[in-house]
């Protein structure tokens, strides 16, 4: 008789543990008590009334947050957010397991493809890399790698998002400096999702803004996420927390003043809209004490990043977290070492987004070689995080009779029929030697250089389908800001 099976798990995705579940439960612990007990210091007086309003204890510009609101605001948070293209083609669900890689903003050095020399990241730069990760297959949503630096400065936010968001059909993941500017950036995504009615239906953008460390946030970070909260624009607010530097050198002290921080938003972000999207996270790693630099290469980014993901999930958050950057200054092996480590991890930890892949140098320059090498190395890691499926089908017994002991395999149908499935690299090597030598005996670095710059040629993205009249509005848009900002400046220039 056939037996039947039944309540099975089938294709488990692999997923590792940093934490235990006591060890979970003492970290938000530690972040209940920090928040009632010490609290944080918030600039923003309508933000602190808020909280007042609610049960906060309010003193000065200090908020001690109780824990009834910490567990209602975690509550309220929506499990799953779909964000969809302005073009309609893609929906992008943010939901546990949804596992996203792409770049970082914000580095002022761009590392120049063609010359392969560092310098100024200036407005051109934002389009291409936009286009760059649309063509890559591994990478899920789109930021800048850069801050342009050949335009109005207090506008740079603005003109970054117009140029990434008709370049690109993937996720934007946008950053400003105020709430002037972030609310030019969500003028340009309602032009582009064809009105405000379609942008409320499905936004086409997640908002990116940062609290500051340690239990700080100034007037702008919240300002923004208050805007952002009131508009229903999913976004993260996710601290940049130094080991030893702007937190405790301890990796459990880290993760309770980088959990504290994040919740101050998830929490005014749900007293003004229970149920907008939030997602926590940020760059976690350590100050070299040798160099006094913020440390993107480091075993502890890759182990602090999962850590606090397995936090975001204990308390059913989204998370914002960091791979495939390094510390070194050019393409190479440090590089690639660095990186495959950061992503590999990140990407068993099961964080949602995960940003910073093309940084070189601490941060302070972006790549699109560093992109096009980690795409890569991301495809790899999702073949490990698949795991294996296990059924009638792939336990091949039958073929394993048939073919007995000696067999070959080779021209099987059942081998064409999954081999098709089997992950193949498009910038690994694995030629015999003769035929290496035959092609130029290229080097990775080789192959990592021609296909970007085959990318930025011949790739031209989703452009010239961006309808007329967004493209007049974008520029109606950048036009008014100037216009603002020009006012700004001479009411500055005047009281001065």
């Given amino acids: 008789m056939m037996s039947t099976r039944t309540n099975q798990t089938i294709n488990q995705t692999a997923r590792f543990c940093i934490l235990a579940p006591d060890q979970k439960q003492r970290i938000f612990e530690g972040m209940i008590e920090t928040l009632r007990n010490t609290g944080v210091h918030l600039h923003h007086e309508e933000a602190r009334e808020l909280l007042k309003k609610h049960g906060a204890l309010v003193d000065d510009i200090t908020v001690r947050i109780p824990q009834n609101l910490v567990v209602d605001a975690l509550a309220t948070v929506p499990p799953v957010t779909i ?41 051109n730069d934002a389009s291409v890399v936009a286009r760059v990760c649309e063509a890559l297959p591994n990478i899920g949503f789109v930021q800048s790698l850069g801050t342009i630096s050949d335009v109005t400065i207090s506008l740079a936010d603005v ?56 239990l700080l946030s100034d007037f702008h970070a919240m300002d923004k996420l208050m805007y952002n909260a009131k508009h229903g624009i999913p976004q993260v607010y996710t601290p940049c927390c130094i080991g030893g530097a702007t937190v405790p050198a301890t990796h459990a002290g880290q993760l309770v003043c980088a959990f504290s921080e994040s919740m101050l938003g998830v929490v005014v972000a749900q007293l003004l809209n229970p149920g907008t999207c939030v997602i926590m996270g940020g ?67 099961g964080a949602n987004f995960i940003h910073d892949v093309g940084y070189f140098e601490s941060g302070m320059t972006g790549s699109v070689l560093q992109l096009v090498m980690a795409d ?44 098709a499935a089997l992950w193949m690299p498009t910038l690994m090597d694995r030629q015999n030697y003769e ?62």
């Fill in 159 to 214: 003109y970054e998002f117009a140029e990434m968001i008709q370049n690109t059909t993937k996720p934007i993941l946008s950053w400003s400096y105020t709430r002037d500017t972030c609310s030019d950036i969500h003028k340009i995504a309602i032009a582009m999702a064809g009105g405000e009615d379609a942008f409320k239906k499905c936004p086409n953008y997640v908002f990116y803004g940062e609290p500051i460390s340690p």
């Fill in 83 to 123: 964000v969809q293209s302005w073009d309609g083609t893609r929906k992008t669900r943010i939901e546990k397991n949804q596992v996203l890689f792409g770049p970082g903003p914000t580095p002022p050095n761009y590392t120049d493809p063609d010359t392969l020399e560092r310098r100024k990241y200036i407005r």
């Fill in 435 to 496: 035929d290496w030598a035959a092609q130029g005996q290229t080097t990775m670095r080789d192959r990592v250089i021609e296909k970007a710059r085959d990318i930025i040629a011949n790739f031209e993205g989703p452009i010239s389908k961006v309808p007329p009249d967004a493209q007049k509005k974008i520029g109606e848009i950048l036009q008014a800001a100037e216009a603002r900002e020009a006012k700004k400046a001479a009411a500055e220039k005047k009281a001065s």
């Fill in 376 to 419: 890569e190395q991301i495809g790899m890691s999702h073949v490990v995080a698949k795991g294996i499926e296990v059924n009638e089908e792939t336990l091949a017994v039958e073929e394993i009779c048939q073919a007995g002991p000696g067999g070959d395999y080779f021209d099987r149908d059942h081998t064409k029929k999954h081999a």
């Fill in 283 to 349: 760059v976690q790693s350590i100050m070299d004490m040798q160099y006094s630099v913020y440390a993107y290469g480091s075993p502890e980014l890759s182990l602090m990043s999962a850590a606090l993901t397995e936090m975001a999930q204990y308390a059913g958050l989204p998370m914002f977290s960091t791979a495939g950057c390094t510390d070194t200054k050019t393409l190479d092996v440090q590089g690639a070492i660095e990186a495959a480590t950061s992503v590999h991890s990140a990407m068993l930890s």
